[in-house]
Nanobody, 125 residues
Framework: QVQLGESGGGLVQAGGSLRLSCAASGRTFSSYAMGWFRQAPGKEREFVAAISWDGVNTYYTDSVKGRFTISRDNAKNTVYLQMNSLKPEDTAVYYC??????????????????WGRGTQVTVSS
């Protein structure tokens, strides 16, 4: 069992930065690949980024490549999402999630075993 809790969301102007954190409970955090998803009002939840259990491999959706960076610290049971050059279209609730599936499934929300409650990110123009 893994419990996840996101923090770091807020209101920022376009072009600004935010760093989201996701703290996990349990001693098996390093066994899971981790992902970030987001959901804007009236839209489906979409994949943002994922990182392998050891932090070696990272994956991004095209719209955030070069602007967002996912990382993890297994000693602190925490995964991060550094978001730079934010745009109004990045406005959404951001969720972190844990999965035991392989990289083939990282973009598929249904393959994630555990989810946090989300943190709101609002980017003003």
């Amino acid at each position: 069992q893994v419990q996840l809790g996101e923090s770091g969301g807020g209101l920022v102007q376009a072009g600004g930065s935010l760093r989201l954190s996701c703290a996990a409970s349990g001693r098996t955090f390093s066994s899971y690949a981790m992902g970030w998803f987001r959901q804007a009002p009236g839209k489906e939840r979409e994949f943002v980024a994922a990182i392998s259990w050891d932090g070696v491999n990272t994956y991004y959706t095209d719209s955030v490549k070069g602007r967002f960076t996912i990382s993890r610290d297994n000693a602190k049971n925490t995964v991060y999402l550094q978001m730079n050059s934010l745009k109004p279209e990045d406005t959404a609730v951001y969720y972190c999630a844990a999965t035991t599936y392989g990289s083939r499934w990282y973009r598929d929300a249904i393959k994630y075993n555990y989810w946090g409650r989300g943190t709101q990110v609002t980017v003003s123009s």
